[in-house]
């Protein structure tokens, strides 16, 4: 998902590559042996070992825009060869039915990492990460069991309200310096983390201390977007500088989080020596953690990339869901009515509360829609195959990666009415309806299907659906004054976010 984010032109270094190439192509055909051909989905055409690749990044085009575009001209499953990745894309709902449901265990796999994921991802060692087997197995079922189940969520019921109190104060201050502008996706973003980072090293921290993590961990996913020599590794040589670079990171996280975990360790060893120590912490099932096929428990470095995982995995995803909720709230003032008035029917004046939240039919209905419309990443994690397999007819490989593009499914006319129009009512009185999980039928999947599934999906729900919550109960949301109507272009960074990101002005209710 994220090495798809963003594609830069690469313009400096192309003709210096193109040279470089022509002497590597000789000695690349003279050794060349013939392969059993495959029938792989139809594509552009492309460049000998480069493939697609200077066709992709010289086109102008954001990649999504790209790949609506070869969408249109192959077909629902068409291939790019991106230097030496083999990238097979589906964008349907029957396709995706057939590789996530009908064929999940062979669809269930992940590729081979870039040099910087691996450095990151401990060689493979998260739930995100792992090939389809026993360590992936041991990573998953701990993950969810251990921190995401609906008994465990209900643990982290004060954690949530206290983050989701910190939110409302920290909008109503940022408003009331700025004639009543706030950054909606900034403010959200920093409520996820804190409940993230919480149920993560169940320590208490500063709002410094949290900012400087994030701040942290923000680079670390820079540093992971995909370079050059990710898609032609023969120029790696090229690329010392940024392997450097990689290293640091690396280094400054390590150096930043294992303080924690050994505050943790120790707080854990000596009950009561730390009185703001929660009673639990994802990182307690971590300590301790049996993974089939290994004798040791985790290393403190994997600790670090496994507590890293599930920080990273549920922040920017939910952030981004809530700058598109108060997107629309504002371009419709009539759902944003409807929404409060359904808060306040249901709890008057008292704080709106997550038992409550489960209880809002008309809430509910609008973060489905929500999801529909802007399904917070585009593509879902990409996947591999376990075995050669056929999909839609064609032939995918073992070392192609399948990419599955989510939005040209949750606006499909064929399976939805006026799928343009952003409508919470399509879902309320049994008009349409839609399985998020995409185990009855594939209609909008915006954390994926099948036996890789986002795990965090109840709680990215419950997330969602507080903050806008308690967003709408405290405050009436508007455009800026300088602003006539919202842009709802958007942009690829780690998830897909507003173009113009968006800025908007809270009135305090009471
Ligand atoms: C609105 C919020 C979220 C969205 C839209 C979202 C979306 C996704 C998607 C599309 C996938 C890929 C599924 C696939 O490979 O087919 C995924 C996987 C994953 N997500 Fe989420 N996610 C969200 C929140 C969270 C949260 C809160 C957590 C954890 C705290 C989380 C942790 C993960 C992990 C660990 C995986 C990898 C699962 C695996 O490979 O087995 N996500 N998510």
Redesign the pocket.
């Known amino acids: 998902?994220a090495s798809l984010t963003s594609l830069p032109s690469y313009d400096h270094v192309f003709f210096g590559v193109i040279a470089f190439l022509v002497s590597v192509l000789i000695v690349f055909f003279s050794t060349k042996t013939k392969a059993k051909p495959l029938k792989l989905p139809p594509g552009p055409p492309g460049w000998p070992l480069v493939g697609n690749f200077f066709q992709v990044a010289r086109s102008g085009k954001s990649f999504f825009q790209y790949v609506q575009d070869m969408r249109q001209k192959y077909g629902p499953i068409f291939t790019l060869k991106m230097g030496t990745r083999t990238m097979i894309f589906i964008t349907s709902a029957d396709l995706v039915h057939e590789a996530?449901i009908e064929k999940s265990q062979i669809f269930a796999s992940?590729p081979a990492e870039t040099p910087t994921r691996t450095i990151f991802s401990c060689d493979k060692f998260?739930?995100?990460?792992?090939v389809y087997g026993p360590v992936?197995r041991s990573l998953?079922r701990n993950?969810v069991q251990g921190?995401?189940s609906t008994t465990r969520l209900k643990d982290f019921r004060n954690v949530r309200e206290s983050a989701m109190d910190k939110l409302v104060d920290r909008i109503r201050v940022e408003a009331e310096a700025n004639n009543g502008a706030v950054w909606v996706l900034k403010n959200a973003r920093f409520a996820v983390f804190c409940i993230?980072l919480s149920m993560c090293f169940g320590l208490e921290m500063d709002e410094k201390t949290i900012e400087k993590i994030d701040d942290l961990l923000k680079t670390v996913l820079i540093t992971l977007n995909a370079r050059l020599d990710d898609y032609l590794p023969i120029l790696s040589p090229f690329f010392s500088k940024q392997r450097k670079r990689v290293m640091e990171v690396r280094e400054e996280q390590l150096k930043t989080l294992v303080p924690f975990i050994n505050k943790r360790r120790s707080a854990l060893k000596n009950p009561g020596s730390d009185p703001t120590a929660a009673t639990f912490a994802y990182l307690d099932t971590l300590f301790d953690l049996t993974v089939e096929g290994r004798k040791s428990v985790p290393s403190d470095t994997e600790l670090v990339t496994l507590c890293s995982?599930?920080l990273n995995?549920?922040t920017d995803?939910?952030a981004?869901?809530l700058e598109w909720a108060i997107a629309r709230l504002i371009d419709n003032p009539d759902i944003q009515s409807k929404l409060y008035n359904e808060i306040k029917s249901g709890v008057g004046n008292r704080k709106v509360d997550e038992k409550d939240v489960e209880k809002m039919e008309y809430l509910n209905a609008f973060t489905k829609e929500l999801?529909r419309k802007h399904?917070?990443?585009y593509f879902?994690?990409t996947?591999a195959v376990t075995q050669p397999a056929k999909l839609g007819g064609y032939d995918v490989p073992t070392d192609a990666t399948v990419e599955?593009y989510?939005p040209t499914i949750s606006d499909d006319p064929t399976l939805w009415s006026r799928p343009e129009v952003f409508n919470p009512d399509r879902f309320l009185s049994g008009k349409e309806e839609a399985d998020i999980t995409g185990t009855r039928d594939i209609k909008m999947?915006?954390?994926?299907?099948?036996?890789?599934?986002?795990?965090?999906?109840s709680?990215?729900m419950i997330?969602?659906n507080l903050m806008v919550a308690r967003m709408v109960q405290e405050f009436e949301w508007s455009a800026l004054p300088t602003q006539n109507k919202i842009d709802f272009s958007v942009k690829l960074e780690f998830t897909t976010v507003m173009k113009h990101t968006l800025q908007a002005v809270a009135k305090p209710r009471v």
């Open positions: 998902m996530l992940r998260t739930v995100n990460s792992a992936w998953r993950m921190m995401l993230l995982e599930l995995g549920g995803t939910t981004t869901g999801l399904p917070p990443t879902s994690l996947h599955i989510l999947i915006p954390f994926g299907a099948g036996r890789r599934i986002c795990p965090g999906l709680m990215a997330h969602v």
